[in-house]
C-alpha cells in the first residue's frame, strides 16, 4: 500500500511540478458495459470491463537538452453489478509509471505497467472486450515493479521485474514475476516478439486496487513461460495470434490465440473482429482448457465515442459452466 | 485499508473527473511516433536529443484555423479522424540545445484503412525523410519502398501547390490509386500544419 501511494505520490508531484510540466494530456472516460450471460443472466460487466467513470493524465517532462521523463496515470472507479453492494465499487488503477529516459534508446520504467510478454503489450486493451491471453496465462494485464527498455536497429526489447501481484500490491509467498520480450518495429507491417517469463505469481480475482481484489490462495504459483506472438497487417486485414507454452508448478500449460479483425474500407469507423482462444491448464488432462469463440463488431460513432457489442460461445471451461454470452459497450474518451 | 481512506480515494477520481469537463481539451489521439528513440536517431544521427510538443488547431486559432486549413488542403479535414481538438505530436529536434529539426506524423484515411505518415523536416521546411508508420494497403510495399519515398526528399509545402511538380511523382502501385491520393493528402496537410504551427522557424 505503501508501495502504491508513493508511486502515485510521485506522479503528481512531477505532474504538478510546473518548471518541468511542459506538456499534458488528460483524457476522461466513461465506460458503460451491459448485455445477457447464459450463467449470468442480464449481466454489468465483461470478463475485464466494468462500468466505470476513469481518467488518463499523460505527461512529457522536458528541458533544453530534450524530454527526460514521462508520466502516464490511468485510473477507473468502478460498479459491479455481480457484487453486493457494500463491495460493488472499487478504484482500478491500470498505468502508474514514470519512464525516465537514460539516453537515446535507453528507458527506465518505475510503476504499475504490463509485464513483457506477449500480445499484450503490444496492444491496447484498455477499452476493448476482445483480449489477449494475458488474464489466463499470467493472471493480470498490468504490474508493479520496475524495467529496462531499449531498442536497437531493427529489435525492440523490454525487461521488467515485478511483484507478481498484479492490480495490488501483496508481498505474500516470496512473489515476484521476471519477464522479458524482443519484438520487432511496431512500424512494420508484420511485427513479432519472443517472451520468457519465470516467477512466483499470485493468484487473485477481480481488478481492483483499492481495496484489494481478493486473493484465492495464500500460495504463489511457480510460473515458467515462453510465448511467440505476431501480428500482420494486409489490406483491411489484421491478424493477431499468439501461442504460449510453459508449466504452472508441475502442470504443462499450453495457450493460443488467433483473431482477425476487418475494417470495412467504404466505413472505416466499422471493424469486424473474429477471435478464438484457448488455454489449456494441464495438457496432458482432457477437458481442461478454456476456450472461447468470439465475434465483435466495433463502431466509431464519433472523435470521442466507440460502440462495440460482442457475441461469445465457450467450448469449455474448465471447472466453471461454459457460458454463452452477447455483450454490448458505450465507451466515451476525451478530454 | 481503512474506509475513510478509500472514500478518499473514491472522491479524489470523482472530483478530477468531474472538474475535467470544464477545462480546455483534447480529444482523439493524434499520430505520435511509436519509437521516437530509433526514430529520431536514424534520421537524425547528429542529434543528442528531442523535445515532443503536442498542438491542437484548436487551441492555435479554433473554427477560424480550422477553415484556413481547409482551403489550403482544398477540402474539409474528417470530423471524426482530423478533429479540431486532435493533439498533433511535434518532435523538435536537438544538437545540444540547437534545433536542427522537426519529426511530426499524421493520420490520413487509406483506401483500406487508415494510413500514418510521417516527415522529418529541416528548418526551413523541406523534407528530410518521409515514411509509413502504418499502411493498411495490399500494395504497401510499393509505398513504402526507398524508391518512392525519395522522391519527396527535397520538397517543401510550395511544391505542393505545384501542379507540375507534383505530376513528377508517379503512382507506385498498380490498383490502390487511391492509397497514392492519399499520401499525397497527408503529406500536404502534415506541411500545412508544420506551417502554420512553427513557420516562425523560417523568420
Known amino acids: 500500500m505503501k508501495i502504491i501511494g508513493f508511486v502515485i505520490a510521485i506522479v503528481f508531484i512531477f505532474s504538478a511540478n510546473l518548471a518541468f510540466a511542459e506538456q499534458a494530456l488528460f483524457y476522461k472516460e466513461v465506460n458503460i458495459v451491459g448485455g445477457y450471460s447464459d450463467v449470468d443472466e442480464w449481466t454489468g460487466k465483461s470478463n475485464s470491463l466494468m462500468n466505470s467513470i476513469g481518467f488518463e493524465d499523460y505527461r512529457k517532462f522536458s528541458n533544453e537538452y530534450g524530454d527526460f521523463l514521462t508520466t502516464d496515470l490511468q485510473a477507473r472507479l468502478t460498479y459491479d453489478s455481480l457484487e453486493d453492494s457494500q463491495d460493488a465499487v472499487g478504484v482500478e488503477i491500470h498505468n502508474a509509471w514514470l519512464q525516465y529516459k537514460l539516453g537515446y534508446g535507453y528507458n527506465l520504467k518505475l510503476g504499475h505497467f504490463d509485464p513483457a510478454f506477449g500480445l499484450e503489450p503490444a496492444l491496447d486493451t484498455h477499452a476493448t472486450l476482445l483480449q489477449t491471453l494475458a488474464m489466463k496465462n499470467i493472471g493480470f494485464k498490468k504490474d508493479w515493479g520496475v524495467a529496462l527498455k531499449g531498442s536497437m536497429e531493427k529489435f525492440d526489447y523490454k525487461v521488467a521485474l515485478q511483484t507478481g501481484s498484479g492490480m495490488s500490491i501483496r508481498r505474500t509467498d516470496g512473489s515476484y514475476l521476471f519477464t522479458t520480450r524482443i519484438g520487432s518495429s511496431t512500424s512494420e507491417d508484420f511485427q513479432h516478439g519472443l517472451s520468457f517469463l519465470y516467477g512466483e505469481a499470485l493468484k487473485t480475482k477481480g481488478m481492483s486496487t483499492f481495496p484489494k481484489n481478493h486473493l484465492l490462495s495464500d500460495e504463489a504459483v511457480t510460473k515458467k513461460r515462453m510465448g511467440l506472438d505476431a501480428q500482420y497487417v494486409y489490406g483491411s486485414y489484421l491478424f493477431k495470434s499468439e501461442v504460449a507454452y510453459g508449466q504452472d508448478n508441475d502442470e504443462d500449460v499450453l495457450g493460443y490465440l488467433f483473431e482477425t479483425d476487418y475494417t470495412l474500407p467504404g466505413h472505416q469507423n466499422v471493424q469486424l473482429e473474429l477471435q478464438f482462444q484457448s488455454w489449456i491448464n494441464d495438457i496432458h488432462t482432457s477437458d481442461t482448457d478454456d476456450s472461447t469463440l468470439s465475434a465483435g463488431i466495433s463502431y466509431k460513432l464519433n472523435e470521442n465515442v466507440t460502440l462495440r457489442t460482442l457475441v461469445a460461445h465457450d467450448f469449455n471451461l474448465y471447472g466453471e459452466k461454459e457460458d454463452d454470452k452477447v455483450l454490448f459497450q458505450f465507451y466515451y474518451f476525451r478530454n | ?203
Open chain 2, 1 to 203: 485499508m481503512t474506509k475513510s481512506y478509500f472514500s478518499s480515494i473514491i472522491l479524489g477520481i470523482s472530483v478530477l473527473f468531474l472538474l475535467s469537463f470544464s477545462s480546455a481539451s483534447f480529444a482523439a489521439v493524434g499520430c505520435t511516433l511509436n519509437d521516437p528513440d530509433r526514430d529520431v536517431k536514424r534520421i537524425f544521427p547528429e542529434s543528442t536529443g528531442y523535445r515532443t510538443e503536442f498542438i491542437t488547431i484548436e487551441e492555435r486559432g479554433g473554427e477560424k484555423l480550422q477553415k484556413e486549413i481547409e482551403e489550403k488542403l482544398g477540402e474539409e479535414l474528417d470530423p471524426i479522424y482530423e478533429g479540431i481538438d486532435t493533439p498533433y505530436a511535434y518532435y523538435t529536434i536537438l544538437k545540444g540545445k540547437e534545433v536542427i529539426g522537426r519529426v511530426h506524423g499524421i493520420n490520413q484515411k487509406g483506401m483500406y484503412g487508415g494510413m500514418q505518415i510521417i516527415l522529418a523536416t529541416d528548418l526551413e521546411g523541406k523534407i528530410i525523410d518521409l515514411y509509413y508508420q502504418k499502411l493498411w494497403s495490399p500494395e504497401g510495399p510499393k509505398f513504402r519502398n526507398e524508391d518512392f519515398t525519395e522522391k519527396f526528399i527535397g520538397m517543401d509545402l510550395d511544391d505542393f501547390f505545384n501542379e507540375d511538380t507534383l505530376k513528377t511523382i508517379e503512382d507506385p502501385s498498380e490498383d490502390s490509386a487511391e492509397d497514392f491520393n492519399a499520401t499525397l493528402r497527408g503529406i500536404k496537410k502534415n506541411l500545412i500544419l508544420l506551417d502554420i504551427f512553427w513557420g516562425g522557424d523560417k523568420k
